[in-house]
């Protein structure tokens, strides 16, 4: 089975829009930490957040949010106020436990329209 | 601070031929993984390190792959007898705790 699935291959968002990313994972482990990355043309990957497993808050950076919903082993990114530079590819990624092995997804393109 | 660097950020190779690749991390980071991207698809992870020693590997990651840290600083990773579907980016990160930074990426491509 699939770690992490990111079943939206593209979304497109209207400039100053909401937009939200979504990201499944599959563990049996009761620790892990959650990620999401960004990954503009140019091709180099941006850490965006981090949701560790028994953080009760949603995490929250600037403009990016993550909606945790353990129950439904769910860990989607909210974009806020989009702007055009945040068109890029995003990757949601996922560590278990105390192991040093990432697991990430398939990615979902978002292209911000004006 | 001037970030992971990877070198050489391109690279054309024959069927056959070894290559290695060179990643330097952000000075203070004692954690380092590399990870082989392909197009379409997310990072896949090879290899990791704390300090010098390869504390974890990818059971994906064929024999002809190899990686070294020797003084905990940079890092190599060599592919031998390279293959077409070695052709991919391969990625560096380097970390402290659980947020990695990236480099720009090695792309190799095998005619």
């Known amino acids: 089975a699939q770690k992490i699935t990111q079943t939206q291959p593209g979304m497109f968002v209207q400039e100053k829009e909401a937009v939200t990313l979504d990201c499944t994972y599959d563990?049996?482990?009761?620790?892990?930490?959650l990620f999401w990355y960004k990954q503009p043309s140019s091709g180099e990957m941006i850490f965006l957040i981090y949701q560790g497993s028994y953080d009760e808050q949603n995490a929250t950076e600037g403009r990016y949010s993550l909606n945790f919903q353990k129950a439904r082993k769910s860990a989607n990114l909210v974009i806020s106020a989009s702007q055009l530079g945040d068109s890029a590819m995003y990757f949601c990624?996922?560590?278990?436990?105390?192991?040093?092995?990432?697991?990430f997804g398939t990615g979902t393109s978002l292209t911000v329209i004006p | 601070d001037t970030g992971v660097s990877q070198d050489p950020r391109h690279k054309i190779t024959k069927r056959g031929q070894n290559v290695t690749f060179r990643c330097d991390p952000i000075?203070?980071?004692?954690?380092l993984y590399w990870y082989r991207q392909t197009l379409g698809q997310g990072p896949e992870f090879l290899t990791y390190f704390q300090n010098e020693a390869q504390l974890e590997k990818s059971r994906l990651l064929s024999d002809r792959f190899s990686a070294e840290r020797p003084k905990g600083s940079f890092s190599t990773l060599e592919i031998q007898r390279t293959e077409q579907g070695d052709s991919a980016m391969y990625l560096c990160a380097s970390s402290t705790g659980y947020e990695q930074y990236f480099g720009p990426g090695t792309r190799l491509t095998v005619t």
């Open positions: 000075s203070e980071h004692n954690r």
């Open positions: 563990t049996s482990d009761q620790s892990y930490g």
């Open positions: 990624a996922m560590r278990e436990g105390t192991g040093n092995q990432f697991y």
